[in-house]
């Protein structure tokens, strides 16, 4: 760690032990919400198997609405904002496996999924996407969110 100003270096070390353990609560907090990203994603499938079942002949719209309802009546979020955190979910872990696996690993925020996500879906080729992903997560592991988007 770098001192930038003169106090006892028993201080310096407790800074550094202390800038430690934030950034391993941080990455728990990425392994936790990539793991959320996949049990919203296995919600999703879970709705689509229920409106298969039912012969649900919208689809599996309703089916995705009841299984939102009741995941945001357990968070205490509503339907809607849990029906997009499903979606903004498939998009990362089927679309992005490199971003998600980083995610997983605790590499990334949630932030960076987001702005990754977010700007690849004017890629429409999977290989095109698969090239992006490759080249904005070796970015995106070394640098803020507030860098990254530009990029």
Do not use: W
Not at 66 to 87: L, P, Y
């Amino acid at each position: 760690m770098t001192r930038f100003f003169d106090a006892p270096q028993e201080l310096c070390d407790q800074l550094e032990t202390v800038v430690s353990r934030i950034e391993n609560a941080r990455a728990l907090v990425s392994r936790l919400q990539a793991a959320e990203a996949t049990l919203l994603v296995e919600a999703g499938e879970l709705a689509d198997q229920i409106a298969a079942h039912e012969a649900h002949p919208d689809g599996a719209g309703m089916a995705h609405r009841m299984v939102a309802s009741e995941i945001g009546t357990a968070v205490k979020e509503s339907d809607r904002t849990v029906a997009t955190r499903m979606a903004r979910a498939v998009t990362l872990v089927t679309g992005y496996p490199s971003v998600y696996e980083s995610f997983r690993s605790g590499r990334i925020s949630a932030g960076h999924t987001v702005v990754i996500t977010e700007a690849g879906q004017i890629i429409a080729d999977e290989e095109q996407t698969a090239a992006y992903e490759a080249e904005v997560l070796e970015f995106a592991e070394n640098e803020t969110v507030g860098r990254l988007r530009p990029v």
